[in-house]
Each structure stands twice: as structure tokens, then as C-alpha cells.
């Protein structure tokens, strides 16, 4: 969730202005948020230690809703109407369709790859296959983080391609924050896009530590404009109980994910890219989609096919064990009185995030409710996705998990209703894509036949910026261009697969069960990061 070095590759998440420069701030509407009055400083001045108020604030929380894929999609109205399918082939023997590109999967990453495509080439006949609907995925269910994050920290690129390489990367990552907010501006895509930055809490002596390695790796490179700050600087800012410290950056924008991809998908379709749903892919191979609409066979003919297919990839035929399709959670309080706003403060709309193993991330909605995620039930054996994509459905120890978190963050949640409980409202769950190095890829396999399979994927969580750098450097893949974007580290990188089962799902729930416990043991007073956490780290692959 923070750009630089990972405080702790340990744990995955799903994490308003053109023109968005590296190193530039913000403005803040009305000043900055240190500036407010000795009226609110009263009010946190109560909760900064989770005493809680004389008298509650607010009124009882709704019931709290589940599944509906998302609560992003709930607030669009539920799932959107479902495109036509792909008609079926005229016979047997002839492909379903044939054209320039296929795209399999209309999330993020197939979605920025059709639009680029056809900008830079109106020409082409660009297709995209979606099973479900656009944003079905983890496109449609994320914690709305725009953030400049690179995909597993920046020490393996550095190792392999030099520090020259990892600065051009980190760049080009910076760049895309702004690229994705000009994007929806000229589309029309009202996706809340707030440039607000991100906020890193420590809480605890070992946190802190963590800290300021981010920071000082923040601060190491040129042009950054990351602040630390104290104790109490950062409960000014946000009202975190219990903060030791925070890191604050830039180059973050909140937004709301359906709304981005429902606009995305909308922008595709106006220039010409043919969007099909309700189309299952089964397998890809150069120049070859195989194709499945209700329980007819039919076969896509390209000239390049583009796996886009992110968190649900082991569903396609010989991939099951590529990456490891990784459960996220998420919750969202009800809209929260303008009384609980000034305990908590959070004016600038920054990201939130914290410096624990397992951590946590959230946002401030535009629609002033807290959505917040974390990690639930890590994996389900055997890499399936079904439990966690069909309705969303969160299991009920999970949202009470995340409902612990917030009001351990914010005690002033539990004063706003009878039970003496956080206001949730909604719950959902999906999955994205861990590689066995925690690192992003995007690449081309070109065939003797001038066909080709180009692919990207593999975020870790860092999807909602990464998509859009990847479809840039997917198109230029594609049209067979050498430029900036092709050299960056992460094109063409290999890494193995994961282990066949049971070590899978012993080695993911093991891994989580000592990253819990190495934040248990930090939360009791340790002052350096668990050995526990450590060996963690070192037997996942990503330290």
C-alpha cells in the first residue's frame, strides 16, 4: 500500500487532479487538515486514549448486509445488466468469432489493455471475454487505493536489474497515479478520485521500527515528498488510538472501484472494443481463446490473445498453480454523524494503512463511511475461487475480525449504537493474484505462426494503479514496440509455481498463523519485529 520498501510483504490487501506530478502535494481545500479548532481537539482529546464519551453519538447501525458481490456494486444498484455472451459458431467447425485482439477478462487489466489498444489503433478488431460481468473481480471489490506501490517491494528488481532500473520502474508507477485520474476526467468517469495521499500508522514500539525503514527508503529517493510524522501530528491527521507515528506520501488517491470500472468498460465499447459476457474461457493459447456459453464449445481466433484473467487464473486450463488466488475482506460502517468526523477527524481524505504483518487498509468513502479490508480466511484448497466470487459472502468470524479492527482504530464507533458495537452495514470478499515471488509480470510468448499470448497480472493487491501501467505496456507489447514501458523489470519476469497440494494450503495458512501471532506477541510490548515474522517472510519468498 506505500510506495517503496514494503513495511511488511507479510500480508496482501486489496488496496483529484490532472496532470499529477512526482513530488507534488495535494492542495487542501480550506487549509490543511493540522489546521482545526480547540473545539474538536476536546472531543479526540477524549478518544485518543478509547475512553469512551458520557453520552453515544449517532444512532443505531442497519442491519448489516452481505454478499451482492460488493458493497461498491450495492451502491450502484447491484450487478450491473449482463452483455450478450458470444453468439455461437455457425457450425462446429468454424471459430465463434475471429479478429485482431482477444482479451480474456473485462477487470482492470483486460479493460485498460482493450482501451489503450484501440487509442493507439482504431482500426483493430479488439474483443474482450468476460465470464461474469465487467468488474465482477477483484476490479469491482478493492479498498479503492490508487496508489504508487510496486508490487512486492523494489529490492528484488534492484538485485536483478540495478538501481537505474527500479527508478525508471518506481517513475513510471508515480506517472500512473496521474494517468488514471486524467483518464477519467476525459472519459467522463465520475469514480469519487480524491488525491489525498496515503497515511501509514505504527501503533507499538515494533511497528514504529518498520516504520521508519519505509520511510527512510521513501526519503532515499529523488523527488519524494514523504513527511513523517510524530505522535501527534499523525492523530491530527487521522485518529488512529494508540499511534506511535505515521508516514505520509502523496502519490495516493481514494476511488471508488465500480465506479471506475463500470466507466472504463462504458469508454471501451464508445471507441469500438466488442465486449462479450457471460463467456467462459477454458483455455488460451497463442492466437486461440477456447470459449464456453452455456455448455456450448466455440473458439476465438486472434492474432494475440491477452490473459487479463488476475485472481481467477488457476480457473484457466494449465494455470492452476501460477498464482495463488488470495481471499481479501472488506466492510463498511453505515455514514458516520458529522460528531463522530470530529473525534476522528480525517479531513484529507488520505488512505489509510497500518504497519502490522497482517495488516489493514481503508478509506474514507465519499459518502462518509469507513470502508475498511483485511485478511479473512487466507485460501481455499486447490486454489478454488468459487466461495468468495459468486455473492461476495463474507464468513461471519472474518467481518467480526475486521469490526474488531475499527473499533480498536476508532473507539468512538462503538458509541454510535445500543449494542455498543461498530455501525457495519455491508461485508464482501474476493481474490486477487499472489505470484510465488509476490511480483507482478507482464509479458508476450510470440509463436512461429505470428500468432501470440501476451499476459499481465500477478498485483498482490496493487492492482488498481498497476492495471493501467500494465494495458499501457501490454499495447506496446502488442503492437510489437520497443519503448520505455517494454524495458521496465517487470516485463517478462518468470517465476515458479506454486507447490501442488497440501503444501499450498498448509504453507498459506501457516504463513498467516505466524503472522498473527508475531502481531499478538507486538501488540503485547515486543519492540523489534517477531522472529516469527521473519521466518515467515523468508519461507513465502517475498523478503
Not at 167 to 183: G, H, I, N, Y
Not at 208 to 217: D, T
Request: net charge neutral; aromatic share 6%.
Amino acid at each position: 500500500m506505500a510506495s517503496g520498501p514494503r513495511l511488511a510483504a507479510s500480508a496482501t490487501s486489496w488496496r483529484s487532479t490532472a496532470g499529477l506530478t512526482a513530488g507534488t502535494p495535494p492542495s487542501w481545500p480550506g487549509g490543511h487538515p493540522d489546521a482545526r479548532g480547540r473545539a474538536r481537539e476536546r472531543t479526540r482529546e477524549r478518544t485518543r486514549s478509547g475512553a469512551r464519551e458520557d453520552q453515544p453519538v449517532g444512532s443505531s447501525a442497519n442491519g448489516l448486509g452481505g454478499g451482492g458481490v460488493s458493497f461498491w456494486w450495492h451502491q450502484l444498484g447491484g450487478a450491473p445488466r449482463q452483455r450478450p455472451p458470444l453468439p455461437r459458431p455457425p457450425s462446429s467447425s468454424s471459430p465463434a468469432l475471429e479478429c485482431d485482439v482477444a482479451v480474456v477478462g473485462a477487470g482492470y487489466t483486460g479493460l485498460w489493455t482493450a482501451y489503450y489498444l484501440k487509442r493507439a489503433d482504431p482500426s483493430l478488431r479488439v474483443v474482450v471475454l468476460e465470464q461474469a460481468f465487467a468488474g465482477y473481480g477483484a476490479s469491482g471489490r478493492n479498498g479503492g487505493w490508487l496508489t504508487n506501490e510496486i508490487t512486492g517491494g523494489v529490492e528484488g528488481y534492484r538485485a536483478s536489474h540495478g538501481p537505474a532500473a527500479v527508478d525508471a520502474f518506481q517513475l513510471a508507477v508515480d506517472e500512473t497515479v496521474a494517468e488514471v485520474v486524467r483518464v477519467a476526467e476525459v472519459e467522463g468517469i465520475d469514480a469519487d478520485v480524491h488525491l489525498g495521499g496515503e497515511h501509514t500508522v505504527a501503533r507499538g514500539p515494533a511497528q514504529l521500527a518498520r516504520l521508519r525503514e519505509l520511510h527512510a527508503g521513501m526519503a532515499s529517493r529523488a523527488g519524494t515528498d514523504v513527511q513523517w510524522l510524530d505522535a501527534d501530528e499523525a492523530f491530527e491527521r487521522i485518529g488512529v488510538a494508540g499511534t506511535s507515528a505515521a508516514v505520509w506520501h502523496p502519490h495516493c488517491a481514494r476511488i471508488h472501484p465500480a465506479k471506475l470500472v463500470r466507466g472504463l468498460a462504458e469508454a471501451v465499447e464508445r471507441l469500438g472494443v466488442e465486449v462479450y459476457e457471460g463467456t467462459r474461457v477454458t483455455e488460451v493459447s497463442p492466437g486461440l481463446a477456447r470459449t464456453e456459453v452455456d455448455g456450448v464449445a466455440g473458439d476465438v481466433r486472434a492474432r494475440v490473445v491477452v490473459r487479463a484473467t488476475e485472481g481467477f487464473t488457476a480457473d484457466v486450463r494449465g494455470h492452476r498453480r501460477d498464482w495463488l488466488p488470495m481471499n481479501s475482506s472488506m466492510v463498511a460502517t453505515a455514514p458516520l454523524p458529522s460528531a463522530a468526523w470530529d473525534a476522528i477527524g480525517w479531513d484529507g481524505r488520505a488512505t489509510l494503512g497500518d504497519a502490522a504483518h497482517v495488516y489493514m487498509y481503508a478509506q474514507r468513502t465519499a459518502d462518509d463511511r469507513i470502508a475498511l479490508g483485511g485478511r479473512g480466511v487466507p485460501y481455499a484448497y486447490g486454489s478454488r475461487t468459487a466461495r468468495t466470487t459468486a455473492d461476495g459472502e463474507t464468513p461471519a468470524r472474518t467481518v467480526e475480525g475486521l469490526r474488531r479492527v475499527l473499533e480498536t482504530f476508532f473507539p468512538v464507533l462503538r458509541q454510535l449504537t445500543p449494542d455498543g458495537r461498530a455501525p457495519l452495514e455491508h461485508a464482501w470478499s474476493g481474490v486477487l493474484a499472489v505470484p510465488r515471488d509476490w511480483h507482478a509480470s507482464v509479458g508476450i510468448e510470440r509463436a512461429a505462426d505470428g500468432t501470440a499470448l501476451a499476459w499481465a497480472g500477478g498485483y498482490v493487491g496493487t492492482g488498481v494503479t498497476a492495471t493501467n501501467l500494465a494495458g499501457r505496456t501490454l499495447r506496446d507489447l502488442v503492437l510489437g514496440e520497443r519503448t520505455a514501458l517494454t524495458e521496465l523489470p517487470w516485463v517478462g519476469h518468470r517465476v515458479r509455481r506454486w507447490e501442488p497440494e497440501p503444501l499450498r494450503w498448509l504453507a498459506v495458512h501457516g504463513l498467516y498463523a505466524a503472522y498473527r501471532a508475531a502481531d499478538a506477541a507486538e501488540a503485547r510490548g515486543r519492540t523489534r519485529t517477531s522472529p516469527l515474522a521473519v521466518l515467515a517472510g523468508k519461507v513465502a519468498g517475498h523478503h
